[in-house]
C-alpha cells in the first residue's frame, strides 16, 4: 500500500531554520512534491525531487533519499508569512497508472 | 501557470439534494482532477476528470455519488448527490498543465466549502 507520515505540527522562530520531514512508502515511486497551503487557500506547489540529493530554490530546499524512502523540506530564514501547511506528495506508478498522493500536512507556526 | 477556479466558493445544503461544483481553467490542460478535504486533513482524490469519457474513480467513491463531467480541455464539474452531513468537506479542483516545469505539476483551485445541515 501506500502511506506518507509527517509531524502535525512544528513551531520556529522568525528568522531561523526549521526542517519538515517526510518519510513514505510505496510500490513504484516516481517523484515527491512540496506543497504549500495558507488556511483557507489552495496548494501551491514548491518543489519536486525524483532524484536523490538537495533542490536549493531560494530560501527553501528539499532533500531526498530513495533508499530511504525519506524527504524534508528545509525553510531558511523564516518569516512570519511562512505560517501555513506543508504537504509531502508522492507520485505513486501503479497499474492504473500515475497518481499523486499526498500526507496529511506539517501545520508550521512562525512566532516573533 | 494555469489558473483555476471554482465556483461556488462555499455554500449550505440540505441534507437528500445535490450540489454541483464548476471549475474553469484558463488554459487548455491535459488531466483534470477532484480531491476532498477535510478540514486539518489530507487531500483525498476522488476522481480523474477524464476529457470526453467516464472520470476514473478512486477505492471509496463512485459516479453515482459523485458524477463528473468534462466537456472540454478548460472545463469540469463535480456533482455530490444525495448529501449527507459526512460530505460537508472543501472539495478542490486541479489540473496538470503540459507546459509547467515540471510537468507533473498539480494546480489547484480554491476550493468549495460545502455544508450540509
Known amino acids: 500500500g501506500q502511506n506518507i507520515d509527517q509531524p502535525t505540527e512544528m513551531t520556529a522562530t522568525e528568522g531561523a531554520i526549521v526542517q519538515i520531514n517526510c518519510t513514505y512508502q510505496?510500490?513504484?515511486?516516481?517523484?515527491l512534491f512540496w506543497y504549500q497551503q495558507h488556511a483557507g487557500e489552495a496548494p501551491t506547489f514548491l518543489s519536486y525531487?525524483?532524484?536523490?540529493g538537495l533542490e536549493e530554490k531560494g530560501r527553501f530546499s528539499s532533500f531526498l533519499s530513495r533508499s530511504k524512502g525519506y524527504s524534508y523540506l528545509l525553510l531558511k530564514e523564516l518569516q512570519m508569512k511562512d505560517s501555513a501547511s506543508y504537504l509531502c506528495a508522492v507520485r505513486d506508478r501503479n497499474t492504473g497508472g500515475f497518481k499523486t498522493i499526498f500526507g496529511a500536512g506539517t501545520r508550521l507556526f512562525v512566532k516573533a | 501557470s494555469a489558473v483555476i477556479s471554482q465556483k461556488p466558493s462555499r455554500d449550505i445544503c440540505q441534507r437528500g439534494t445535490s450540489l454541483t461544483i464548476q471549475c474553469q481553467v484558463d488554459?487548455?490542460?491535459?488531466?483534470m482532477f477532484w480531491y476532498r478535504q477535510q478540514p486539518g486533513q489530507s487531500l483525498t482524490l476522488i476522481a480523474t476528470?477524464?476529457?470526453?469519457?467516464?472520470?476514473?474513480?478512486e477505492s471509496g467513491f463512485v459516479i453515482d455519488k459523485f458524477p463528473i463531467s468534462r466537456p472540454n480541455l478548460t472545463f469540469s464539474t463535480l456533482t455530490v448527490s444525495n448529501l449527507s452531513p459526512e460530505d460537508s468537506s472543501i472539495y478542490l479542483c486541479?489540473?496538470?498543465?503540459?507546459?509547467?516545469?515540471?510537468?507533473?505539476?498539480?494546480?489547484f483551485g480554491p476550493g468549495t466549502r460545502l455544508l450540509v445541515l
Open positions: 525531487n525524483v532524484l536523490d
Open positions: 476528470a477524464n476529457q470526453g469519457s467516464e472520470a476514473t474513480y
Open positions: 510505496t510500490s513504484g515511486f516516481n517523484g
Open positions: 488554459s487548455q490542460v491535459t488531466m
Open positions: 486541479s489540473a496538470r498543465d503540459r507546459g509547467a516545469k515540471p510537468v507533473e505539476t498539480q494546480y
